[in-house]
């Protein structure tokens, strides 16, 4: 089973504390699952972690949510080099794709190298649903804001562009963002974009945005577009997803 259409769902959030365990699926990661429309057996979700240089004790971390959550979890590493035999094969086999935060320059970077940007293109397309938070999220789009090359934020524009538009995370809790995003979306180094609160995810048909959902109440997403050289922001209340039992 996979989802009928290209899907990507692309967020500030998913994961939490867990009740048992160090983290946890939030609703977020079961609204990815939900939206690949798996039913009748385990959902199969690959956990990406390249952008923290696929850190073993945070991918324990995702196998041990996974389990609370009632998944079958594939890690897919890149260092030192592949776990997998057949990277493409696997990745068409898993109903979602979770990209872990970080560095998303370095993600993509390392991506490219191993032929992972035509593999999760090809994904896409067959309806594997595309999910992340933070660089997880921007990975998707024409680019965004980053701190992958320092503490000063600063643009990233080479993104995947499965989407054709800026992307900005992390919008209400790090004000630098907000103010970046507005500059680059003023001058034209980004194109439209969609930002995301703490919290939110964006769920996208094709290349079309159809939905913003939230698993913090009162949290936002938003739209920058340029206008007459400014950029012009607007809210983008988002539904509140039932939050996951464990």
Avoid at 81 to 97: K, R
Avoid at 123 to 150: H, M, N, P, R
Avoid at 156 to 166: D, H
Wanted: with cysteine; proline share 7%.
């Amino acid at each position: 089973m996979t989802a009928p259409h290209p899907t990507i769902l692309a967020t500030s959030g998913g994961l939490r504390p867990g009740h048992r365990t160090a983290v946890s699926f939030g609703a977020l990661v079961h609204h990815a699952v939900d939206l690949s429309g798996v039913h009748g057996r385990r959902p199969r979700i690959m956990y990406v972690g390249t952008a923290i240089g696929d850190a073993e004790h945070f991918t324990a971390r995702a196998a041990e949510a996974a389990r609370v959550a009632g998944f079958d979890l594939t890690p897919l590493q890149l260092f030192p080099m592949p776990n997998l035999d057949d990277v493409e094969g696997t990745v068409l086999e898993q109903d979602v794709v979770w990209v872990m935060g970080g560095s998303v320059a370095n993600l993509l970077a390392v991506w490219r190298v191993h032929g992972l940007d035509g593999i999760l293109r090809r994904a896409w397309q067959a309806g594997v649903v595309l999910s992340g938070v933070s660089a997880g999220s921007i990975c998707w789009y024409e680019g965004g804001t980053t701190d992958s090359f320092g503490p000063e934020l600063r643009p990233v524009t080479n993104g995947l562009g499965l989407l054709p538009y800026g992307n900005g995370v992390h919008y209400d809790s790090d004000p630098g963002r907000r103010r970046l995003v507005h500059e680059l979306v003023a001058d034209g180094t980004l194109p439209t974009t969609h930002c995301t609160d703490d919290g939110v995810g964006l769920v996208y048909h094709g290349t079309t945005l159809t939905e913003a959902v939230t698993e913090v109440p009162n949290a936002l997403a938003h739209e920058v577009i340029r206008e007459d050289g400014r950029a012009t922001e607007t809210a983008l209340p988002p539904r509140l997803l039932p939050s996951p039992r464990e």
